[in-house]
């Protein structure tokens, strides 16, 4: 595909599968700015799956690391990255690569969690209009599509990890009002800045649910979601990536209806913001890594999420100085099966919308590229 077709306008992933989220007796709606509308380019279409670069334990270049795995992730061929918001040198280099959808950690921190003072308050406000304001005037051309939000969630409100504890509704309170005035900000630059290209939505993410849902215990799933106004809800999906299908499904639907209903948004705005095992998890056995990846890839595009993203291109966990393995290339710069698996995916998926065009005279829609994907990932093994 030509550079030019790789920088494809925003919201692709979402365009084809927007719907006004309306529950009969739902407690609340709330209302965004509209958003304007946006034409089509030539071969533009959801890809679903991706990876992401956080903290990388390795490197093989004189390049940043990020930038590092960025590039190793646009080879992938892949249009979607996940990183933190790098310093904007490197920023700028990211911008500039082919990716259509970028989902940043911004500002991830606890700071809030002792109490969101007016001054926290100002200064987050402050620093994510700022931010998105930036996105939607000197990127606006770009036409590409930015999803800003946080780390793991319920880390934050159980800082020493002890999943037999309950949160501290205090905290939580806190991080309502931390996570809400993100989303202000963010409706404030959209509401002023004239843009027609670029997007840019809030995220907040959730990693313990089934402490929630099938225990009861209080988690940031139940105690905070259902106050938040964000856009979208990624899910750390650890705690139930290996449930059967239907159980996975249940978890899905179940954390999706905790978030209060908001027009102009796709009725599923649950996203798979991390999945996966690791190399050692696998018995450092490629062929098992790939699959029961493979595995877990298919159960999650099954219930049709946005996106659903792989922990990660590079390793970020190193355990008595070993490897841990959460990797598509590892630390002696071999790729896995799994990047070859994905990699082939990519290629079938282009292959896919080419045809669709050539009988159709149009592009997949976000439902036929996930089911797509879902099937060809199914087969693979068989």
């Known amino acids: 595909m030509k550079f030019f077709s790789?920088?494809?306008?925003?919201?692709?992933l979402l365009a084809p599968l927007i719907a006004v989220a309306q529950k009969k007796g739902a407690a609340r709606m709330i209302t965004t700015p509209p958003l304007p509308q946006v034409p089509e380019l030539p071969d533009a279409f959801p890809q679903v799956l991706g990876t992401q670069v956080i903290g990388p334990a390795y490197k093989f270049t004189k390049e940043d690391p990020i930038v590092e795995g960025a590039l190793v992730v646009q080879g992938l061929g892949s249009r979607i990255l996940k990183v933190q918001v790098p310093p904007g040198p490197?920023?700028?280099?990211?911008?500039?690569?082919?990716?259509?959808?970028?989902?940043?950690?911004?500002?991830?921190?606890?700071?809030?969690?002792?109490?969101?003072?007016?001054?926290?308050?100002?200064?987050?406000?402050?620093?994510?209009?700022?931010?998105?304001?930036?996105?939607?005037?000197?990127?606006?051309?770009?036409?590409?599509?930015?999803?800003?939000?946080h780390w793991e969630g319920d880390w934050?409100?159980?800082?020493?990890?002890?999943?037999?504890a309950d949160v501290d509704p205090a905290a939580a309170a806190a991080m309502v009002e931390w996570l809400n005035v993100r989303q202000e900000a963010v409706d404030d630059a959209r509401a002023e800045v004239p843009y027609t290209r670029c997007r840019v939505y809030t995220?907040?993410?959730?990693?313990?649910?089934?402490?929630?849902?099938?225990?009861?215990k209080k988690r940031m799933a139940n105690?905070?979601?259902?106050?938040?106004?964000?856009?979208?809800?990624?899910?750390?999906?650890?705690?139930?990536?290996?449930l059967p299908a239907a159980e996975v499904t249940k978890t899905l639907d179940w954390l999706n209806a905790q978030l209060p209903p908001k027009a102009n948004l796709p009725a599923k705005r649950v996203f798979i913001g991390?999945?996966?095992?690791?190399?050692?998890?696998?018995?450092?056995?490629?062929?098992?890594?790939?699959?029961?990846?493979?595995?877990?890839?298919?159960?999650?595009l099954s219930w049709r999420p946005p996106l659903v993203l792989?922990?990660?291109?590079?390793?970020?966990?190193?355990?008595?100085?070993?490897?841990?393995?959460?990797?598509?290339?590892?630390n002696k710069n071999k790729k896995t099966p799994l990047y070859e698996t994905m990699k082939e995916l990519f290629v079938q998926q282009e292959d896919a919308a080419k045809e669709m065009r050539r009988r159709t005279n149009r592009l997949p829609t976000f439902e036929q590229m996930a089911e797509f994907s879902e099937n060809w990932l199914a087969q693979k093994g068989k």
């Open 90 to 149: 490197q920023f700028n280099q990211l911008i500039a690569m082919p990716f259509t959808h970028y989902l940043v950690w911004f500002r991830s921190n606890a700071d809030w969690s002792k109490g969101f003072t007016p001054e926290m308050r100002r200064r987050e406000y402050n620093a994510t209009y700022a931010f998105t304001k930036d996105l939607l005037t000197r990127r606006d051309t770009t036409g590409k599509t930015f999803f800003i939000g």
């Open 310 to 330: 792989y922990w990660q291109v590079y390793n970020n966990e190193v355990v008595d100085g070993k490897q841990v393995g959460f990797w598509l290339v590892d």
């Open 274 to 300: 991390e999945c996966g095992l690791s190399w050692t998890a696998c018995g450092a056995d490629g062929k098992a890594h790939e699959e029961k990846n493979r595995e877990i890839f298919t159960k999650f």
């Open 156 to 164: 934050y409100l159980l800082p020493d990890r002890n999943t037999k």
């Open 6 to 12: 790789r920088l494809l306008l925003g919201l692709l």
């Open 203 to 216: 995220y907040a993410e959730v990693n313990r649910v089934r402490d929630a849902m099938v225990d009861g």
């Open 223 to 242: 105690l905070v979601v259902p106050k938040l106004n964000v856009d979208f809800l990624s899910y750390s999906a650890y705690d139930c990536q290996l």
